[in-house]
């Protein structure tokens, strides 16, 4: 069982003893049910995880206890909440080793810490001409907001290549697209349909070796393996709290100070300036620059709980667990008589599976197993650029979580085993 | 076993996925349209042969789930030699059809599809092809996609 802590004590990973599995999943009540009449089993981490019972409990707390807005009243739970909040700012830069708490900007999600990079650090580095260089294994949310800002500058966008299935990038050609012209490197730590794990730190070592700024992606990361960003090396990276435990609309924008320094604000409003005339106004410095309005203050509390939450289990221990689900699962679907494509690397993969069934549509795969209760997700999970490059118009996928167990893959590949039987495939 | 599954995917609905009717293009057609699910990146061309009032012929090419596949299917097959307005009707049948699961007035074999209103997050698998059909009727050149209507 894993149990509150308060914001100001850290947990350590205690390295020596191993992981109470089953306890674990004993804190996350919605596990606990049946779906269709079946036990739930819950496949979708890709899309958000679920949230255990710290992170719930920190969230009615705040509410119950501290709820004010944050950096305007004087009086004491205006004081509370202030404190709660920066309080998670100082724990998120811990989490992923950045060198001040004013390296984080709160936002909702990994996508509006793209686009905030986009708008801002884009409006002032982003001229004619400029290359932008992706990857072809992107997010939507990582391609997207680069096509806007295309759009407005005539930069251009580029896509380093993904080698067919195996779901790999061609790091061997990757200097010579870092090239005089590009000016950012973006690029996802690990594909959300593919399942691929990227050398981050050796990707943003050759960018700073050409000049080029970097964004890392760290939304299939940040909570399941440890994260630093000074070894890493990037200059942005932004990631989500919903698919670390936390609640959605709390997300985190990381980004080295010098860089953060000139760059100008992303929304206006309050919070985010020194001083307003009718004419202008003058900006507080980052991260408040960069937050207008008034933020997703308990969001933030449950964000630190969620944190605290992960490094108790130990993010290692994590990694370790999702390597063997991901690891059982390919072993297991590549059994599987009657015909199925697999997608994403052999080994050193990442918790999840992407799958078609020879002759099953992804969505009778994801209705049929959905009565089973088996909760997968099918489409093209926002990688149509991916998806079409691989000549295909959506995919199954099964993402896997600490709580979840080799015992209900099995059942899974029992369900696949069905439905390829029910469609006669 | 499978007994919700059972009510969505009938015998009929199976055997026309497997087994589409009327599965080409054809290049004497007075008009046709596309259907686009954005959602599940179903994809459908639809054909008609249109002689004045009446529909001579229907066919439809595409890639898409085994609902989309057999309502296209059996759309082919259940408007020939029906009229504008006998389409239209159908239209209205078959919407009320996937969305309630009751049958009101004559649809014949399309009938199988009362099952898909328990499983909401189908219904545009099984409204697609019939979108599709309305465009091609209005002549509209642009493709129709469920997202632009409630169903
Ligand atoms: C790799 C990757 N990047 C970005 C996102 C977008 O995250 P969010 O929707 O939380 O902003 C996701 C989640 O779907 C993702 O998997």
């Known amino acids: 069982m894993i149990t509150e802590t308060s914001p100001q004590t850290e947990p350590e990973d205690e390295a020596e003893s191993l992981a109470d599995w089953p306890a674990i999943r004993g804190d996350f009540p919605i596990l606990d049910q049946q779906v269709h009449g079946q036990p739930l089993i819950y496949f979708d981490n890709a899309a958000t995880t679920q949230k255990p019972r710290p992170v719930l409990d920190a969230l009615s707390h705040y509410y119950q206890t501290d709820n004010a807005n944050v950096h305007r009243g004087i009086h004491e739970l205006s004081n509370r909440a202030t404190a709660g909040f920066e309080a998670a700012r100082a724990r998120a830069a811990r989490f992923i080793n950045a060198a001040q708490p004013d390296d984080i900007i709160f936002t909702r999600g990994t996508t509006e810490g793209v686009n905030l990079v986009a708008q801002t650090w884009g409006a002032t580095h982003i001229r004619e001409g400029d290359g932008i260089l992706l990857t072809e294994m992107e997010h939507h949310s990582n391609i997207v907001p680069w096509q806007l800002l295309a759009e407005r500058t005539g930069a251009k966008l580029m896509f380093l290549p993904v080698s067919g299935d195996v779901g790999l990038l061609d790091l061997n050609r990757l200097d010579e697209w870092l090239t005089r012209d590009v000016k950012l490197f973006a690029f996802t730590h690990i594909s959300n349909s593919l399942g691929t794990i990227n050398p981050v730190a050796d990707f943003c070592a050759r960018a700073r070796k050409a000049g080029v700024t970097t964004l890392v992606d760290a939304a299939q990361s940040a909570g399941h393996r440890p994260l630093d960003v000074q070894e890493i090396g990037c200059d942005f990276l932004a990631f989500s709290g919903h698919k670390m435990c936390g609640p959605t609309g709390i997300g985190v924008l990381y980004g080295r100070q010098e860089v953060l320094a000139d760059m100008p604000p992303y929304q206006g409003g309050g919070e985010m300036i020194l001083n307003v005339d009718f004419q202008r106004s003058t900006w507080k410095p980052a991260p408040h620059r960069f937050e207008a309005g008034t933020p997703d203050i308990s969001g933030?509390?449950?964000?630190?709980?969620?944190?605290?939450?992960?490094?108790?289990?130990?993010?290692?221990?994590?990694?370790?667990?999702d390597q063997e689900l991901g690891a059982h699962a390919y072993a297991r679907l590549s059994q599987l008589k009657g015909?199925?494509?697999?997608?994403?690397?052999?080994?050193?993969?990442?918790?999840?599976?992407?799958?078609?069934?020879?002759d099953v549509h992804a969505h009778d795969v994801v209705t049929v197993a959905d009565q089973r209760g088996v909760a997968l997700r099918g489409g093209h999970h926002c990688n149509q650029p991916l998806m079409h490059k691989l000549g295909v118009e959506s995919t199954a996928r099964a993402s896997f979580y600490f709580y979840n167990t080799t015992e209900e893959i099995d059942r899974f590949v029992e369900v696949l085993r069905e439905i390829q039987e029910f469609f006669g495939a | 076993m499978f007994d919700e599954l059972g009510d969505l995917y009938q015998q009929v609905i199976l055997d026309h996925c497997k087994h589409p009717r009327n599965f080409h293009e054809q290049g004497q057609a007075t008009c046709s349209a596309q259907g686009h699910n954005p959602l599940c990146g179903d994809q459908l061309k639809l054909f008609l042969t249109m002689e004045g009032d009446v529909v001579k012929d229907a066919s439809f090419v595409g890639s898409g789930c085994c609902i989309s596949k057999a309502s296209a299917s059996l759309l082919t097959e259940s408007i020939r030699g029906k009229t504008r307005t006998d389409v239209r009707q159908m239209f209205d049948r078959v919407h009320d059809l996937v969305m309630t699961g009751e049958v009101k007035g004559e649809v014949g074999k399309l009938a199988v599809f009362a099952g898909v209103h328990k499983f909401p997050a189908r219904v545009k698998c099984a409204i697609l092809a019939w979108h599709a059909l309305l465009a091609a009727l209005k002549g509209e050149g642009h493709p129709v996609t469920t997202e632009n209507d409630e169903t």
């Open chain 1, 339 to 358: 015909g199925i494509r697999l997608f994403g690397p052999h080994v050193g993969r990442a918790g999840l599976v992407s799958f078609l069934l020879k």
């Open chain 1, 300 to 321: 933030a509390f449950g964000l630190h709980a969620a944190m605290d939450y992960l490094d108790k289990i130990g993010r290692h221990r994590i990694a370790e667990h």
